[in-house]
């Protein structure tokens, strides 16, 4: 029950430097347990589309097991190769319990920053949490409590160790929830195809797989210095996102519809003594083939009782975003049609599922479809019974071929019939970051300069752009303010010369002014932060930012890279990269019309990190997150929580982590 994590967790190259040339390519290089994946998958030949591109439509279920296995026999067009791999050793559990005086009798509770989250009551697990006088933070030496207020009593209580990799959790009161996705043993995934050895690489190739399992484990922390772990539930699968809503854990797990030697394998929910393998029965899908198919579970878990989880599964193309709300879990998947094989054009298209959650219930209700691709969750959101949803359609236009991008947005209603649109926005670019708030979306597109468009949502039937405004650099990441002020974090950038495209720099952040809709303003001047290579998590992780309305307070960590301007007597090309000086946490003072830098806090104690780094930053010390804890402010990473007065940012104390 209680593991050791043997092989740190994957890390997506936050700190790597991104080519934004000729459009935006996200390109990720990266081994999860020491086995690196290869995958070839072709163009489906025949696939078919619901009738209209905008139209609803009700997931079937399979009538038994060989109907499901029938229609992945006639459906899938997915290879897959693994080369072989090391798999870390499993050790047993190690707790510290801490000594010393006791914390003091505290008169109120303290005021403490919660993690940044989309929809307001609907939290989201971040690998750092706080309950205003404790932190629970997983980190690659596994998941730690550490008492954090008052910081004069400051320490670390406990650890808990885990063989997989700990990718999320929660607290809610006493209780701890903990999210660990372990992959099982490779496995064959033909018994027709024998292991052959790539001479040139010196490694067998087999088509194999290897089983990912997402746990829930959930504790009793009532006494901090010796966590009790009271539940263990289990599922097949990759952890893909979760929330909680008041007492109960909504869990989503990705599972690859893998055929293994003529037999399906199937989602298994085990809790307590129990283990059910999903039947076949019980799982919806859309009759329409596919180029990739995998089950999505979505589980509900009390964390305040032991009764059985209740659960849903989808047999449904890949996961590739989801967007939860007070009363509704809506669940993408890309569908690519193909439209002229000899040229391989293709229409993209989203497929969405609503599933209707209250109380730990869960049920399917409708599907529905659009034109586009989508970037993350927040280009998705409900409001007043209408399901609003931003996409792009196209590409950038590589190499010779012209630009086809063009972004869009539809409003859809509860059966997710399409009531209303704007298409064919910013052609020739593409959606870099989008918010919705209550009557407006707030879009940002890029390919050369940022257009900041504003989109009136009040009619549902006819949404209409009321205005936009063209800077230089784009936003990753918007954030409201209030109502008429919206908080952009991007890339500044610099126009080519010598293309269609252009050259980002460092950091940006802006204030926009969207009190005179139909002309939004950049509130000048925008702070930037290093030059070319100058990176935040931030742009990619909205639960890095740390904003407070009330005490004026913004906060980001951001890695510096900055150019020595001597090594290019001839001036700095806008392509050159700068290097690494500096890690932490960049304070602001934020209000409605002026951002102003209140200090920087960092754990690095010498440039050793810095200086060794190369083309990408690593250290135990990078600042990932910062929260508050009514006058303190406090960092943390994976070796240190560093503790500082929030008002000056003297430095009051810090806690060392194992």
């Not at 319990?97 to 971040?126: C, I, M, W």
């Not at 409708?366 to 586009?372: D, H, L």
Request: aromatic share 12%.
């Amino acid at each position: 029950m209680h593991k050791m994590i043997g092989v740190s967790g994957f890390k997506f190259p936050m700190n790597g430097r991104r080519l934004l040339l000729r459009g935006s390519v996200g390109f990720t290089l990266g081994a999860i347990l020491g086995i690196t994946l290869f995958s070839i998958v072709g163009l489906p030949r025949i696939l078919e589309p619901w009738s209209g591109s905008t139209s609803h439509k009700t997931l079937l279920t399979f009538s038994s097991y060989e109907d499901l296995r029938d229609f992945l026999n006639r459906s899938a067009n997915v290879t897959v190769f693994y080369y072989e791999g090391v798999r870390g050793t499993a050790v047993p559990l190690v707790t510290f319990a801490a000594t010393g005086a006791e914390l003091a009798t505290k008169t109120s509770p303290p005021e403490y920053s919660r993690t940044n989250v989309q929809v307001e009551g609907v939290d989201e697990a971040d690998f750092l949490k706080c309950d205003g006088e404790y932190i629970y933070l997983a980190t690659d030496k596994g998941l730690i409590i550490v008492r954090a207020y008052p910081p004069e009593n400051a320490k670390v209580l406990s650890r808990i160790i885990f063989n997989g990799t700990v990718v999320g959790l929660f607290i809610n009161g006493d209780s701890l929830v903990v999210f660990e996705t372990e992959y099982g043993p490779l496995i064959c995934r033909s018994e027709n195809v024998s292991p052959a050895k790539n001479e040139s690489l010196g490694v067998i190739i087999c088509p194999i797989i290897q089983e990912p399992k997402t746990h829930v484990w959930i504790y009793n922390v009532e006494e901090r210095e010796k966590p009790i772990l009271i539940r263990e539930i289990s599922v097949n699968g990759s952890y893909f996102t979760s929330r909680m809503i008041g007492n109960y854990v909504y869990l989503i797990v990705s599972q690859p519809a893998n055929i293994v030697n003529g037999e399906v394998f199937l989602p298994v929910i085990e809790y307590g003594d129990h283990s059910e393998k999903v039947d076949a029965s019980r799982i919806y899908y859309s009759n329409v083939s596919d180029y990739y198919y995998s089950f999505t579970t979505v589980l509900a878990v009390d964390v305040t009782n032991v009764k059985a989880p209740k659960s849903e599964v989808f047999l449904v193309g890949a996961t590739s975003a989801v967007y939860v709300s007070a009363d509704n879990i809506y669940v993408t998947t890309p569908k690519m049609l193909v439209l002229n094989e000899e040229s391989s054009s293709v229409s993209e298209k989203t497929e969405i599922h609503r599933i209707r959650i209250a109380d730990g219930e869960i049920k399917y209700e409708v599907s529905g479809v659009v034109p586009g691709r989508v970037l993350n969750q927040f280009s998705m959101d409900e409001y007043n019974g209408y399901f609003r949803i931003a996409t792009t359609t196209g590409q950038l236009g590589w190499g010779p071929g012209e630009a086809t991008s063009k972004n869009h947005v539809y409003v859809l209603n509860m059966d997710l019939n399409v009531t209303g649109r704007i298409e064919d926005i910013a052609p020739g670019e593409s959606i870099y970051s989008a918010r919705f708030m209550g009557e407006r979306c707030y879009l940002v597109t890029f390919k050369k300069v940022d257009p900041f468009f504003v989109i009136d949502l009040s009619d549902p039937a006819n949404p209409k752009i009321l205005g936009k405004l063209k800077i230089t650099g784009y936003s990753d990441y918007l954030h409201p303010y209030d109502e008429n002020h919206i908080i952009g974090i991007g890339k500044e950038a610099v126009e080519a010369e010598e293309g269609d495209f252009a050259w980002y720099q460092g950091v940006k952040i802006s204030l926009f002014d969207v009190s005179d809709v139909e002309n939004p303003v950049e509130i000048t001047p925008p702070f930037v932060i290093g030059d070319r290579g100058t990176d935040s998590p931030i742009l990619w992780d909205h639960k890095a930012l740390l904003f407070d309305k009330e005490r004026n307070l913004l906060a980001i960590p951001v890695l510096v890279a900055e150019i020595n301007e001597k090594q290019y007597p001839g001036g700095v090309p806008p392509n050159a990269y700068g290097d690494y000086v500096w890690q932490g946490v960049y304070v602001f003072n934020v209000s409605a019309d002026v951002l102003t830098l209140r200090g920087r806090i960092t754990h690095l104690k010498d440039a050793g990190d810095l200086l060794k780094s190369g083309y990408y930053f690593d250290s135990s010390y990078e600042v990932k997150r910062s929260i508050y804890i009514d006058d303190m402010l406090y960092t943390v990473s994976d070796r240190k929580v560093k503790i500082n007065n929030l008002a000056n940012l003297e430095e009051i104390g810090e806690v060392e982590l194992p």
